[in-house]
């Protein structure tokens, strides 16, 4: 499996996120950290810290139930996966 | 950045009123990459729902056009709109309480009469949005509003009631099975008949507060390291069971469905020579 790692873009609406912390647990790589900037309703959300560990997997995009995290593959990376 | 799919949603009252780390929202963001992935136009879907957490997630959050209906008469509305709209994607969304519950014959009919609405049940095994009262989900034992003292009646298993009754789709995911649930999702809009998925989902607030788990992702743990594949379970006592989240395909059969017979005998009607 060919895959250029930096074609990978992780990226949170601030704006959506209400801080449950799902995506930091579930990550198997461990991409996501909780931020120490409250957002304007009162919560942590997180960053992607690690974000050349990230496997491409979108289990985090899939599960976060404010639709707050995106996952970005160019289209190179769409295919062979 | 925005997320593309929010596209599909009423996004002028977003962030949705779901409590943080609640399964709703998951149930709502994989419909829309179920959507999008099938390119179905949200103009052929009808959305119909009941009363509760989950039945906002069809209405007001998925944007196409909805009826949002009385406490537990979704399906009976859902069969109304399919006789009149054969060709739309006629989806039900809403929960537990509503759709087992107050709500339970028409369900068990529907699936008998295998009419071609998708219906996904959340169950989070509870009354969430009237603040935790025992549902026919709940499992023995557990402490509610209105079991104090712990819930003494056994829980309905929803996925093998609805086969039971003759689905011709049914299945059950968690919401931490993503992908399986995903792909059950296509499946059930694809299918002709009366598809089914009991979605096992978390209420930090309502539920899982109340057995220990108060925070969504305890509940996802939960559902993660207690989940059986169906396939595996037979032999297996029903003690082995207990507490566990048997996921997979329940049904999958071919049945004629309940709005074609109608319009077969419409037609039989319309070639008599007047
Ligand atoms: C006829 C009627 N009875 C009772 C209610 C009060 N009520 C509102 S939501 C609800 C239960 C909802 O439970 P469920 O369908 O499991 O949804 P959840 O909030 O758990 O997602 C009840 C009993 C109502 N709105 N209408
Ligand atoms: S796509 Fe997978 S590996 Fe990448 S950040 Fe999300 S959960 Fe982690
Ligand atoms: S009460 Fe439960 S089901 Fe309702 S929004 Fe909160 S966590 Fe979700
Ligand atoms: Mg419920």
């Known amino acids: ?81 | 950045m925005k997320n593309e799919l929010l596209k599909y949603l009423r996004t002028d009252i977003l962030p949705t009123e779901f409590c943080s780390g609640c399964g709703c929202g998951t149930v709502l963001n994989i419909f829309c990459h179920v959507v999008d992935e099938l390119k179905i136009n949200p103009d052929d879907i009808i959305m119909v729902t009941g009363i509760g957490c989950s039945s906002w997630i069809p209405s007001p959050y998925f944007s196409a056009d909805t009826l949002h209906t009385t406490h537990g008469r979704a399906i009976a509305f859902a069969t109304g709109v399919k006789v009149m709209k054969p060709d739309k994607h006629v989806i039900v969304i809403a929960g537990d309480g509503d759709l087992a519950g107050i709500g339970g014959n028409h369900l068990i009919h529907a699936a008998r009469r295998n009419i071609g609405l998708t219906v996904f049940l959340v169950n989070n095994y509870i009354y969430g949005m009237t603040g935790g009262q025992v549902s026919p989900t709940t499992p023995s034992n557990v402490p509610t509003t209105t079991t104090p003292y712990g819930n003494t009646e056994p829980a309905f298993k929803i996925a093998e009631l609805v086969s039971a009754a003759g689905a011709s789709y049914v299945a059950r995911w968690t919401t931490y099975q993503v992908f399986h649930l995903k792909k059950a999702m296509k499946d059930a809009i694809l299918n002709k008949g009366f598809s089914f998925i009991e979605i096992c989902s978390q209420c930090p607030t309502s539920y899982g507060k109340r057995v220990g788990m108060r925070e969504g992702i305890d509940q996802l743990k939960d559902f993660r390291d207690n989940s059986i594949d169906l396939k595996k379970t037979a032999g297996m006592k029903d003690e082995e069971l207990e507490n566990k989240f048997i996921v997979g395909k329940f049904a999958e059969r071919n049945r004629t469905e309940f709005t074609e017979n109608l319009r077969n005998i419409n037609r039989k009607f319309d070639e008599v020579p007047v």
């Open chain 1, 1 to 81: 499996m060919i895959r250029e790692k930096d074609k990978i873009e992780i990226y949170i609406d601030e704006g959506l996120c209400k801080g449950c912390d799902i995506c930091i647990e579930l990550c198997r790589p461990g991409v996501f950290v909780k931020s120490e900037k409250l957002n304007s309703r009162g919560y942590y959300v997180p960053v992607p810290a690690s974000m050349n560990k990230c496997t491409g997997c979108m289990i985090c995009e899939l599960i976060c139930p404010e639709l707050a995290v995106i996952i970005k593959k160019n289209e190179l990376v769409k295919e062979v996966v």
